[in-house]
């Protein structure tokens, strides 16, 4: 896996004691390149660990251990971004600013257009990219990340309220853990067609039952 290294200014050197222990996954409601230009210039104040395009290229701007800019959390319970918001137990329990232990992965996406599903190559990058990750967090912290809805999660958990379609409502969050775990999830075919032959068995007993009540007629 080859990692485009692009520094970005906007980051906090160290992560103020906390170990990074959680992925959060979002869209960049942009083009890959604009976006890097976006989340690097200092008048934005905003930034992300790493970037992955649709064509699978990776950008890293922020390294690890190194706090970025991307899933603030207020410490304030009347604003929007206000931690207790969190659909997430771990954030509400921490209280403070989630940027100090999230790890942030931004996917090139419109979200009107894609609703935030990932094209098949960026969805392997973005497994590749995990799996990256947590090789990371326990050469440099000695933690395993579990892999589960709790520690990949998306931008609209940390944050409901100012940012509920990110990264959006088609994004494959069972492939991708699936991928990580190294197990295959099923497709959305293959979901669809369980549906159908469990509705097509459905129907035949209620037939049979049917004729079974016609015969003792």
């Not at 390294?63 to 410490?75: E, L, R, S, V, Y």
């Not at 492939?175 to 032959?197: P, R, S």
Request: glycine share 8%.
């Amino acid at each position: 896996m080859n990692i485009i290294q692009h520094p970005s200014p906007n980051h906090w050197n160290g992560r103020f004691g906390w170990t990074p222990d959680m992925i959060v996954c979002h869209i960049t409601d942009g083009a890959y390149d604009g976006a890097i230009a976006t989340l690097c210039d200092p008048a934005m104040q905003r930034s992300s660990h790493f970037v992955v395009a649709r064509d699978g290229r990776i950008t890293q701007l922020v390294q690890i251990a190194d706090g970025a800019w991307c899933n603030g959390t207020d410490t304030k319970p009347l604003a929007n971004s206000y931690y207790g918001k969190s659909t997430l137990q771990a954030v509400r329990d921490r209280k403070t600013n989630a940027n100090y232990y999230t790890i942030s992965i931004e996917f090139e996406g419109i979200w009107k257009e894609t609703k935030g599903r990932l094209t098949d190559v960026q969805l392997a990058a973005g497994i590749e990219l995990i799996k990256y990750i947590f090789a990371e967090v326990k050469r440099l912290y000695g933690i395993d990340i579990p892999v589960d809805r709790e520690h990949i999660v998306g931008h609209y958990q940390i944050s409901p309220v100012t940012r509920p379609c990110c990264p959006g409502e088609l994004f494959q969050w069972d492939e991708l853990l699936a991928g990580v775990k190294g197990e295959a999830a099923e497709t959305d075919w293959q979901l669809k067609y369980t549906k159908l032959e469990a509705e097509y068995n459905a129907f035949r007993q209620g037939v049979a039952a049917l004729l079974d009540n016609y015969k003792e007629v």
